[in-house]
């Protein structure tokens, strides 16, 4: 009986979210013209190590090269850095 009641609260915690929600503001840049942006982006790594590692392909995808992550926050920083990030705003 334990290990059936161990079972299924390994399997309830597996199914649990995983993290809560995290996003990331950026700078990037492309050559030949210099174009340079800032962004926001929702990453599943809430610092910025974690987060350059996930962004830095999905911009170099798109011809883009990671500057770098100004800072990581949650969903309550996202209205406040909307209008900044224009149309890199939860782009990549």
């Known amino acids: 009986m334990i290990r059936v009641l161990l079972a299924a609260a390994f399997a309830c915690l597996v199914a649990m979210p995983a993290a809560a929600e995290c996003y990331a503001d950026?700078?990037?840049?492309?050559?030949?013209?210099?174009?340079?942006?800032?962004g926001v982006a929702q990453v599943s790594a809430c610092n910025k190590k974690g987060a350059?590692?996930?962004?830095?392909?999905?911009?170099?995808?798109?011809?883009?090269?990671?500057?770098?992550?100004?800072?990581?926050?949650?969903?309550?920083?996202?209205n406040e850095r909307r209008s900044s990030a224009g149309d890199y705003f939860l782009r990549y």
Do not use: C, M
């Open 52 to 78: 350059r590692a996930e962004l830095a392909p999905r911009l170099a995808a798109q011809g883009w090269k990671l500057l770098n992550i100004v800072s990581t926050f949650g969903p309550e920083g996202l």
């Open 26 to 38: 950026y700078k990037a840049k492309q050559d030949n013209p210099l174009r340079l942006h800032y």
